[in-house]
């Protein structure tokens, strides 16, 4: 069975930092793009980064460039989300997601991705 288990979310205050960890089991990860999305209360769900299979090629949205950084780490078969200079802003869910391809490239949109992680929850308040 493919599966994607996050961990890592939490409380944390404006300004803060956290990382999130994406472990995939069934499957290894140097064969998939993978990508990070959010989803925040009454609001659709958003590309936040991805990293390009085996290259390791990355991209972000506007609202998190220079604040995240995604990583991957194949040995382990874990893909990682630093979270800095954290905003209320960013309070979401946060989704770890992949996909299959021959392609070195990944997407900011959820629509090519087939495999999800169960969500982690990241609270930025004061």
């Known amino acids: 069975q493919l599966q994607l288990v996050e961990s890592g979310g939490g409380l944390v205050q404006p300004g803060g930092s956290l990382r999130l960890s994406c472990a995939a089991s069934?499957?290894?990860?140097?064969?998939?793009?993978i990508g990070w999305f959010r989803q925040a209360p009454g609001k659709e769900r958003e590309g936040v980064s991805c990293i390009s299979r085996r290259d390791g090629n990355t991209y972000y949205a506007d609202s998190v460039k220079g604040r995240f950084t995604i990583s991957r780490d194949n040995a382990k078969n874990t893909v990682y989300l630093q979270m800095n200079t954290l905003k209320p802003e960013d309070t979401a869910v946060y989704y770890c997601a992949a996909f299959r391809s021959v392609s070195r490239l990944c997407y900011l949109t959820p629509r090519p991705y087939n495999y999800w992680g169960q969500g982690a929850q990241v609270t930025v308040s004061s």
């Open positions: 069934g499957f290894t990860l140097d064969y998939y793009n």
